[in-house]
């Protein structure tokens, strides 16, 4: 978005912060349906099915060159961590594991 000062008409680029974190509602619903009902089916700890999911669907870099990592989920803006959660609900499904609609 170009920017023009009303004092001494200099003119400059303004680029948005288009990062926007997951909200509360997102965070509350992930942890307590997304993450705690195959955590309870499987005798996985909460933060153990977390780390599970990550390393399912958030790993950095296919190169084996290097040692495997993560993203973490707090960098994730709306519409990632939306994905993310998709992507964990698919697999629940796949294994049997019924997971509310967010909605419900």
């Known amino acids: ?20 974190n997951r909200t509360n509602l997102q965070n509350r619903y992930y942890w ?4 705690a009902i195959p955590a309870r ?3 996985y700890l909460d933060d153990e099915m ?3 999911f990550k390393m399912m669907f958030l790993k950095k870099s296919e ?18 961590f939306s994905e993310y959660v998709e992507k964990c609900r698919q697999w629940c499904a796949e294994q049997g594991y019924n997971i509310p609609d967010p909605n419900e």
């Open 32 to 35: 307590g349906q997304v993450v």
């Open 41 to 43: 089916e499987i005798g």
């Open 63 to 80: 190169d084996r060159t290097k040692p495997p990592t993560v993203k973490s989920t707090a960098t994730l803006t709306t519409q990632e």
């Open 50 to 52: 977390h780390s599970a």
């Open 1 to 20: 978005m170009r920017v023009i000062c009303p004092e001494c008409q200099w003119q400059y680029e303004l680029v948005p912060n288009e990062k926007i």
